[in-house]
Structure formats: structure tokens, C-alpha cells
């Protein structure tokens, strides 16, 4: 058993995680980062990626993470190939152990672990992911120009992606296990005024048609939640919109989290509950959840981190000064 000290302990590696290791190493605070269960985050699971700002080409999720990574190391951060399983944040330095029975020990602690999208769980969706079935309209909407799409779910999640699909397809349709949406009703109104949106009642999607060969997607077969009778809908888009799963398991009773499980940040901030512990990305982020918006809240976290120290240390000076 290994015990890593480090000013700034941040744990999540993918772009939230990695660009507040990559401000935190800037600023001197040699940064302990420990990777987690999926090194890199959702971007490793993501093919093309057309909307990180920087690249006129289509780039890679993985080759962008690679990059990602490899910056945060040659400024001086440490990846540790490590999960943590329990955490101690009552007193600093934060202390938290590892999966592999090591301890790290952080002045401060930046929260990027992540969230995952939900899925259905039916057995077509997994080998169809990429080839019709996505879980994310604003990521990959792009791709299917001028098709039919439908999107899965009745929260306000799933009625954004509808309203913004209608910016690629004038054929999209919103299917619904209930009789009613649980969306905001601001949302509600600007999806049944939408001459584009046909919203289908009462089915759940059972299976992901492939058409062979490289077609990808081509129909969901759907069941009557109250007549149980199926009924098939031709899409070459399926965007599952039934939320996520922040990955806040760990910070249960240590830290304040909202009704869905999200960590709570102070507004316009990335302060948590517990002073000395920053959160960023999609774990305190259930509106936006964009590579750009994580990247953009690490950099805040490693700055609030940062702030933070140099109050604390300035006081720490007063008093013993006194
Ligand atoms: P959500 O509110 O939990 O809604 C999930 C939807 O998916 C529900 O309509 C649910 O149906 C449906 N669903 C769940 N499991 C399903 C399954 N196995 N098969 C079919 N349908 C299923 O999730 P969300 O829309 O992602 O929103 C999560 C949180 O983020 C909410 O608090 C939301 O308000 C917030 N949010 C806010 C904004 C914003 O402020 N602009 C944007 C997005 C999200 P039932 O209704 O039948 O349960």
C-alpha cells in the first residue's frame, strides 16, 4: 500500500477531469489524477466528433482524449491507473482509497467522474449504437441530415433533442411510454406547436431493425403499453433520452447532491458543500453535457481550486505570523 500526496487530488479522466489537471499543473499544483473505471470518459465510446472547437477536420473521441491525456502529462500531472472505492472528506487533506489498496491524499479535490446515459436495455440496441441509435441528439443529430429520426423518452431531456433535431430533419417523432410528458411545460408547448413533431403515446420501443449490409437503422418496432399490439415506425435516427446515471455513488452522505444525484455546485461556480472539494463536468451538469462544457468547468474547477488554496494557505501565514 502506497500512500500519493498532492495539492490538487482529481479524480474522472475525461475532459472535465483532464483540463482541470491541465490549468492545475500550470499552476504548479502537480496534480494526482486518478483515471477511473473508463479511462477517458464517454468520448472513448464516441466516433466522429465535429463539434470540439479547434478542428476544421472530423476527429476521433478517443485520438481527442489521447491528446487530452498526453497534454496533461507533459505539464506535469500524474495519471494513476486506479478507481477510488471510499472517500474521507471530514478533514485535509482529503483522503481516499483506491481499488488497488493505495491512498491518495489531496489539499483539494476536483469531482470529474462523469454520468452515463441510461439505455433501454433491449437486446438490438447495443449492436446498433453508432449505426442508427444514439443517446445523444446534440452530438450526433448532425449525421442524420434530411432522415427520419425519434427520439425515446418524456422528460425535458427528451424534448430538447426532438426541438433540436427539427434543426436536420423535418421528420421527427417523439415516442412515449405514458400519456402525458413529464417536460416543462414552456417545453411541452414548443414541441406540439411543431409542424415537424409528431409525438407517438403509449409504446415502448422493443427492437432496433437493422436493415443488413451497411443500411444501419432502419425501423423501431414499438408495443402498446395498454393494447400490448406492436406497430413499426421506419427511422434511420433512434435517440434514447431517458436520462443519466451521474456517477456520485462514492459521495452519497459525503457531499450534497440534488434529487436526480448530481453533485450541487454553488451557482456560477464549482464549489460543492464541503469546502476544499470542486466539482465539474457532467457529474454537477445535467443541462448541458457537452465535451466543450466539461472541458470548460475543469478549467473552472482548477481555478476555484486554486483560489481556494491560496486563501487557505494566506490564513494559514496570518496565524502562525500572530
Ligand atoms: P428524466 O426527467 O428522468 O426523464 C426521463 C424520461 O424517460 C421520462 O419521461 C421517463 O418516462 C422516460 N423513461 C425512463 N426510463 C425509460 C424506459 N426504460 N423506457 C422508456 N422511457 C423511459 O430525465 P431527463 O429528461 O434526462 O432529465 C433529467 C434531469 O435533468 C431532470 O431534472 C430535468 O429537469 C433536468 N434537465 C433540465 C434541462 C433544462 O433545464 N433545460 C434539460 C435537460 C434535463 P416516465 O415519464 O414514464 O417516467
Not at 489531496?106 to 469531482?111: A, K, P
Not at 463536468?281 to 482548477?302: E, I, L, N, S
Amino acid at each position: 500500500m502506497t500512500t500519493h500526496s498532492t495539492r490538487m487530488l482529481i479524480l474522472g479522466s475525461g475532459p472535465a477531469g483532464l483540463s482541470a489537471a491541465i490549468y492545475g499543473a500550470r499552476a504548479g499544483m502537480k496534480p494526482i489524477l486518478v483515471q477511473g473505471i473508463q479511462p477517458g470518459g464517454q468520448l472513448m465510446t464516441t466516433t466522429d466528433v465535429e463539434n470540439y472547437p479547434g478542428f476544421a477536420d472530423v476527429i476521433q473521441g478517443p485520438w481527442l482524449m489521447e491528446q487530452m491525456q498526453k497534454q496533461a502529462e507533459h505539464v506535469g500531472t500524474t495519471l494513476m491507473w486506479d478507481t477510488v472505492v471510499a472517500v474521507d472528506l471530514t478533514q485535509r487533506p482529503f483522503r481516499l482509497t483506491g481499488d488497488s489498496g493505495d491512498i491518495y491524499e489531496g489539499d483539494v479535490l476536483v469531482i470529474a467522474t462523469g454520468a452515463q446515459a441510461k439505455w433501454l436495455g433491449i437486446d438490438s440496441e447495443e449492436p446498433m449504437k453508432g449505426k442508427g441509435v444514439s443517446a445523444c441528439a446534440t452530438c450526433d443529430g448532425f449525421f442524420y441530415r434530411g432522415k427520419r429520426v425519434a427520439v425515446i423518452g418524456g422528460g425535458n431531456t427528451a424534448v430538447e433533442e426532438a426541438l433540436y433535431l427539427t434543426n436536420h430533419s423535418d421528420n421527427v417523432t417523439l415516442i412515449h411510454r405514458r400519456d402525458s410528458l413529464r417536460a416543462e411545460k414552456i417545453l411541452q408547448d414548443r414541441l406540439f406547436a411543431h409542424p415537424n413533431i409528431t409525438v407517438v403515446w403509449n409504446k415502448e420501443v422493443r427492437e432496433f431493425v437493422d436493415g443488413g449490409g451497411t443500411a444501419g437503422l432502419v425501423a423501431l418496432d414499438l408495443e402498446d403499453t395498454q393494447t400490448g399490439e406492436h406497430s413499426r415506425i421506419d427511422v434511420e435516427g433512434g435517440f434514447v433520452a431517458i436520462g443519466h446515471h451521474p456517477a456520485t455513488e462514492l459521495f452519497r452522505g459525503h457531499l450534497e447532491l440534488d434529487a436526480d444525484h448530481y453533485i450541487k455546485v454553488e451557482t456560477g461556480t464549482t464549489r460543492t458543500s464541503v469546502p476544499g472539494v470542486f466539482a465539474c463536468g457532467d457529474v454537477m451538469d445535467k443541462v448541458y453535457r457537452q465535451a466543450v462544457t466539461a472541458a470548460g468547468t475543469g478549467c473552472m474547477a482548477a481555478l476555484d481550486a486554486e483560489r481556494f488554496l491560496a486563501a487557505a494557505e494566506f490564513k494559514e501565514m496570518a496565524e502562525a505570523a500572530e
